[in-house]
């Protein structure tokens, strides 16, 4: 069966400890079943086994969760402490790792420990389809203050980011705008209207791709 693209594995390592604190409540008659094989005070006595997690690893579920939630991807949790040993040894995936949790990504790729896991790598491993229409216009100005150009620039909210080059032309900038009600024209509008509007401003060329996939945080 071909794996889905859009799911990831979380495997984690929980620590088990035998607890009496909780006794599950005993059926009708007072007698309390036990499994063949198993001495009365495995179960009958209320020593159940606890699975938990590591904070550190708690807080990494919690992250990939919300980061595969906010960019349109499922995961699943699998615990190898609670799976069968001879599935946890011949597991492919868990070869050679030293620490957990590991995410596996549908691509194959592994964060291993709880270093890795930052919004940045989580991101990379969840590259996904950006929500906002996003254009790159190159400018050639007209030599003077650039630290007034970069002011005036900075007070248009589609303005996301300016690099400042050598060559032909003198600024990229990175515009942005919600694709609710944007598309090609409104940005080369908002170009040759607010942009070429500044007096320093002597040329533009826009560039607005067609599709966009982004591996930086959202």
Not at 25 to 49: H, I, K, L, Y
Not at 75 to 83: A, H
Not at 115 to 127: C, G, I, R
Not at 208 to 218: D, N, Q, R
Request: with cysteine; glycine share 6%; charged share 30%.
């Amino acid at each position: 069966m071909a794996e889905d693209p859009r799911e990831l594995v979380l495997y984690v390592q929980s620590k088990k400890a035998v607890t009496t604190f909780y006794r599950p409540p005993s059926p009708a008659g007072g007698a309390v079943p036990t499994s063949p094989g198993r001495a009365p005070d495995e179960e009958s006595v209320g020593n159940t086994p606890v699975y938990f997690l590591s904070d550190d690893q708690a807080r990494c579920v919690a992250l990939v969760e919300e980061t595969a939630s906010h960019r349109g991807y499922r995961v699943r949790v699998v615990d190898i402490e609670k799976v069968g040993r001879l599935e946890r040894l011949v597991a492919e995936r868990l070869r050679g790792v030293q620490n957990f949790p590991v995410l596996i990504s549908p691509k194959g790729s592994r964060l291993e420990g709880v270093e890795q896991f930052t919004e940045e790598n989580l991101s990379e491993a969840m590259p996904t389809e950006l929500k906002s229409v996003r254009a790159f216009a190159y400018l050639k100005v007209r030599g003077g203050d650039l630290d007034r150009i970069r002011a005036l620039l900075e007070t248009l909210p589609e303005v996301k980011e300016m690099h400042f080059l050598t060559g032909d032309w003198d600024i990229l900038v990175v515009l942005d705008f919600p694709s609710s009600d944007s598309n090609k024209r409104r940005v080369l509008d908002f170009v040759t209207d607010r942009i070429r509007g500044i007096p320093e401003v002597l040329d533009t060329s826009t560039v607005v791709p067609e599709y966009s996939v982004t591996k930086f945080p959202l």
